[in-house]
């Protein structure tokens, strides 16, 4: 059979097997089979996955090194070294190739195969994978090395439970090598994340099998344990107590605060800080008044004598936080909190800046206090060099005069033509095309390793003339020294946006910052709950909004940009509205629904900066504090006035009315 009619005989009977689920107009013959071939992958079909990978190899398809990547990815446990070899060479220096080392990696840790594992290792370039990380650290242990405190970093930023990591920390416990107060580390910081799984595999180490028993528990039910079982009469004892008040306070912070005060003579002072400590950071979670003083408790205790007993960064930040809605001690408690966090979690601009607000709080009036002045200004100014929330707030206070930065050089003929011939960026644009988005991503970031800020930038035009906006805005952000704000904050769109927002007397430079924050203005987008199109609008409020509106509106119409840039904004106009116009109570209720925000303004009126801080939900609180920046760069580049971050945050936020907003959903 002749060429022609081998390929034809192929597709036919790849596409007779395979019902057409492409989710676009599909350019390429190939085309749809790289997509249905995704298809078979899913479920786990080989004979389909064969079939594709036989025929994008004879067309020699530009995506063939995927195909090829699922077809043997999908029967791994069962490849040799040769076919994975054969496999690197085929595709060297693609992602592909990579991605499979990584996968390979985990497969040869799972057989235990410790010398072809080590063999391949060195040339994992991505080497993002924790798990890999743990399996690489136990051949170095195997090998005679000190792995320790590499191999303690690594379990303990295990989120959950794995093969390797588990194993890592199995071998080690048993060589001597980490001992009791590692493993309660970990059992503790189980508790604080409510991990019951990670804290299983953690006990398992102990060899205590009072341990292990009384751990369902002490997750499931604390308080009946500590009522019935726990006793402290020993570490095992103490430390199980310790749990099961961590995880009351989860639930009951008020409550366990008692229990805490009940249990605090019979657990060695460090241990009961920590326990206080958990009872403040629940507190603080849920934005209680008390929480600032059940961290000063924890404070006292964990001063004492002995052992010390390590604090999260996540629950030395809520003390942060708790301080700052106010206590007499408060600047105090935010300068401690912030010291003894990590040294990475030291630098991070939010951190910076509250330290150096909590510095030039206390300093010392007059000459005395001088010196504490200038370090907290050259920490402010530093900050201020950065572009986000906490850059634009820190500025404002050094009196600075907002201004965009200067835009880059031109980019020359041949930097475009690098990023147009770029295989890796065609190859992850082509994926993106054909609706296999995360795919494309991973290739796109992949190929992205190594470049310069003039690479960045050219590629992140070459994602923008191709309106794959998350590409062009994630990649320009990458850039250090050059930066372009127009492909940073894009504004496709535009008539659109702008008619929609003025229409109804919302301010396009807030839509477009919100659009940013929510899809990248990816117009079929939609998240794992539902949220649909450019302003990424539920169904049940898409229904509502229309109806409240007069909108013509069917489900089918939600990723309509029109129809989703007129509900997304009559949302947004009517719960601006009902926070009296307050933008940031109307961001956080955009991404977590009213109710929230009207709890979370209650109690003590504060500043806004600090109240925009504790917002309970990481997600929602970096959320509302990039929609207020974006907008401010928005507004800048839209109108060419100088921006300000503290007029669209106003001063305070505090209790407010409250009649309107009930009928919002």
């Not at 008020?254 to 920590?274: K, S, T, V």
């Not at 290739?443 to 794959?468: I, S, Y």
């Amino acid at each position: 059979m002749n060429r022609p009619f081998r390929l034809a005989a192929l597709t036919l009977a790849l596409l007779t097997a395979l019902p057409c689920t492409a989710p676009v107009a599909l350019a390429q013959s190939g085309d749809a089979i790289v997509v249905e071939a995704r298809d078979a992958l899913r479920k786990r079909d080989r004979m389909k996955l064969a079939a594709a990978r036989s025929l994008v190899a004879a067309e020699n398809h530009p995506l063939a090194g995927w195909v090829d990547y699922w077809e043997l990815g999908n029967r791994l446990a069962q490849a040799s070294t040769d076919e994975v070899e054969a496999f690197y060479a085929r595709w060297s220096g693609s992602y592909v190739e990579d991605r499979l080392r990584n996968d390979w990696l985990l497969e040869l840790g799972r057989r235990r195969d410790w010398a072809a594992f080590s063999r391949d290792f060195p040339r994992f370039r991505m080497n993002d994978d924790r798990e890999v990380t743990c399996y690489a650290l136990l051949t170095e242990h195997l090998a005679g090395r000190n792995v320790r405190d590499a191999a303690r970093e690594a379990w303990l930023g295990q989120r959950d439970a794995d093969d390797g990591c588990n194993l890592l920390a199995g071998t080690l416990v048993r060589a001597g090598v980490f001992g009791a107060d590692e493993v309660w580390l970990k059992l503790r910081q189980a508790a604080e994340a409510n991990r019951p799984k990670a804290a299983q595999a953690a006990a398992a180490l102990l060899g205590s099998p009072t341990a292990t028993v009384a751990l369902g528990e002490v997750f499931g039910q604390p308080v009946r344990y500590l009522a019935r079982k726990a006793s402290a009469g020993d570490r095992t004892g103490a430390e199980l107590a310790a749990l099961a008040l961590a995880r009351a306070a989860a639930s009951d912070p008020e409550g366990a605060a008692g229990l805490a005060q009940d249990w605090q003579g019979r657990l060695p002072p460090q241990l009961a800080g920590w326990v206080w400590g958990q009872v403040g950071m629940q507190g603080a979670l849920k934005l209680m008044p008390q929480a600032a003083e059940w961290y000063l408790r924890a404070g006292a205790l964990a001063a004492a004598p002995g052992p010390k007993v390590p604090w999260s960064d996540d629950m030395l930040a809520w003390q942060a936080r708790a301080a700052l809605r106010g206590t007499p001690q408060r600047w105090a408690l935010v300068r401690d909190a912030v010291d003894a966090m990590s040294g990475a979690r030291q630098r991070e601009p939010v951190w910076m800046y509250w330290k150096a607000r909590a510095v030039l709080a206390d300093a010392a009036p007059g000459p005395e206090g001088d010196a504490l002045r200038q370090q907290a200004q050259q920490a402010l100014a530093e900050v201020a060099n950065g572009l986000g929330f906490y850059g634009k707030l820190a500025a404002e206070d050094l009196g600075r005069k907002p201004a965009l930065p200067p835009a880059p050089a031109p980019l020359a003929p041949a930097e475009r033509e690098a990023a147009k011939t770029n295989p890796g960026l065609s190859r992850a644009l082509q994926l993106i095309e054909l609706g296999l988005r995360n795919e494309g991503v991973r290739e796109w970031n992949f190929t992205l390793r190594g470049m310069d800020d003039r690479a960045l930038l050219a590629a992140a035009q070459r994602a923008c003339e191709r309106e794959v906006w998350d590409r062009c805005i994630n990649t320009s952000e990458r850039t250090r020294d050059e930066v372009d704000m127009a492909q940073r904050f894009p504004m496709p769109h535009r008539q659109a946006v702008l008619r929609e927002a003025r229409a109804i007397g919302l301010d396009p430079a807030y839509v477009y910052g919100l659009i940013r924050q929510e899809s990248r203005f990816i117009t079929d987008a939609r998240s794992h709950v539902g949220a649909s199109g450019l302003m990424q609008v539920m169904p049940a409020t898409a229904r509502w909004t229309a109806k409240k509106l007069g909108i013509p509106y069917t489900p089918d119409l939600i990723t309509d940009r029109d129809t989703n840039l007129k509900l997304g904004t009559g949302y947004l106009k009517l719960v601006l509205d009902s926070f009296e116009g307050r933008e940031a109570l109307a961001a956080a209720a955009y991404n977590a629904g009213p109710g929230r925000p009207r709890r979370w303004r209650e109690g003590a009126t504060l500043e806004s900066a600090v109240w925009a801080e504790n917002i309970p939900f990481n997600e929602t609180r970096d959320y509302v504090q990039k929609v207020l920046s974006n907008a401010v760069d928005y507004a800048a580049l839209i109108t060419g006035q100088p921006p300000s971050l503290k007029a669209r945050l106003g001063s305070t936020i505090g209790p407010g009315a409250r009649a309107a907003e009930a009928e919002l959903p």
